[in-house]
């Protein structure tokens, strides 16, 4: 795309509508006649909307329209750690699977890592078509650049409608430096995916406007329809050992695994026992939990289920617990058998990152509170009395 701004200088009457209109400084009046610093520009076009002579012109031209008939197959990125392969990848599969079934497509994986040959069949268990594998010692850890160099590559060879990538860590660093350089649409941390029979065109919901709305988001004109899909949101796929598939080992060039960084170590998160986004059994405290010191309930009755300890933000904005905790919109999206929530009131951007749980155990002393609406099972009273009692209780009930 290539875009021209200027001042129609014969129009301007330098009234400065435009500079105070512009959100990034980048225009100044000289002489009377509006100034365009185009390093600061963005063209966004708030100037010539303010603008009451028509003295701007914005021109965009956008570039020809893609061959998108050229594009197919859906792809996801597999996540590993040590050639362990990560659930996310498992969800994604899943998800993959059905918009690969529903465009009567193929469903692959792109399996970048170091030892990892042996793995590449599990991914075919869960419903990869074909798995393109990139088997090098130079990426036994994770690092953005020839990783996405790698995918860069691939994807420009073999052109695939759909590329799904994981909303954690890794798949966020990668993925957005393979959009842009592919020119692709790329819609970050989807929780719902489907396909619009009418067209084709990938389906990509996702909250918005501080989780108050759900947006659905296409990217019609440019492929790879590009996605980063939150973990424990999706179903993980099956494992069906029956399935056959294709291992694809993709040769790649030595300028692929140029990098500029490398892992000096590896430090585990310190203080976290359980992984929240894996655990089974969560107990979680909000505001409701008045202190720090609180937080000692909620860990004792975390002990004795063998659960993790979540919290909602206002808990961590009080700094009575670390972030790591936040369940939430901003903070991790967990899927639980057990969800047992402890004086929180349920707000949207809560239940944002926790309502899949397969039970949800409310206490809370307001029988009005929200959170009562999405909860299974819930106990109108006082925190302080009822997880101190259900701790006993459990105690006694598992033999602890
Ligand atoms: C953009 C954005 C992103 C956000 N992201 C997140 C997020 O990721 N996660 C998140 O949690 N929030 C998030 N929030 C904040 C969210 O809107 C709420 O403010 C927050 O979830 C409230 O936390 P709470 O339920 O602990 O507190 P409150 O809403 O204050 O609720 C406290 C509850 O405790 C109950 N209570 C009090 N004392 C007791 C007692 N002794 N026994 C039993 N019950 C008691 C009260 O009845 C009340 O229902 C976000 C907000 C915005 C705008």
Known sequence: MSEAINVI????????????????????????????DLNKCTLCGACVAACKFDAISLKKETAPAKDLSAYKDVWVFAEQMDGHIESITYELLGEG??????????????????????????????GADKVYLVDKPEL?????????????????????????????????????????TVDAGLTADCTGLSIDPA????????????????????????????????HKVMKEAVVDGSRKGEIVISEITAELLKMRSKRLSYVAEQGATVNLAEANIIVSGGRGVQNGDG??????????????????????????????????????TVCPKIYIACGISGQIQHLAGM??????????????????????????????????????????????
């Open 295 to 332: 937080f000692k309930i909620i860990k004792d009755l975390a002990d004795v289920l063998g659960a993790g300890v979540g919290a909602s933000r206002a808990a961590v904005d009080s700094n009575w617990i670390s972030y790591s905790h936040q369940v939430g919109q901003t903070g991790k």
């Open 199 to 230: 067209t084709g065109n990938l389906l990509q919901t996702r909250p918005a406007f501080g989780g108050n709305i759900m947006a659905t988001i296409i990217t019609p004109n440019h492929r790879p329809q590009m996605s980063t899909v939150r």
């Open 97 to 126: 699977r059905k918009l690969a079934d529903s465009l009567k497509m193929n469903l692959c994986a792109v399996f970048l890592g170091s030892n990892i040959k042996g793995k590449a069949d599990e991914l075919v268990k869960r």
């Open 9 to 36: 200088t014969g129009k301007c009457v330098g009234c400065g509508l435009c500079v105070k209109a512009c959100p990034f400084g980048a225009i100044i009046l000289e002489n009377k006649i509006a100034k365009i």
């Open 140 to 180: 036994a850890y994770f690092c953005d650049e020839p990783y996405a160099a790698i995918i860069i590559d691939l994807v420009k060879k073999h052109k695939p409608a759909i590329f799904l990538c994981g909303a954690t860590t890794v798949g966020r660093s990668l993925v957005s430096r393979v959009a842009v």
């Open 355 to 400: 309502s899949s749980a397969d039970i949800i155990v409310a206490i809370n002393k307001d029988p009005d509170a929200p959170i009562f609406k999405t909860a299974s099972y819930g106990i109108v009273g006082d925190l302080f009395k009822i997880v101190p009692m259900l701790t006993a209780e459990f105690k006694k009930v598992l033999g602890k």
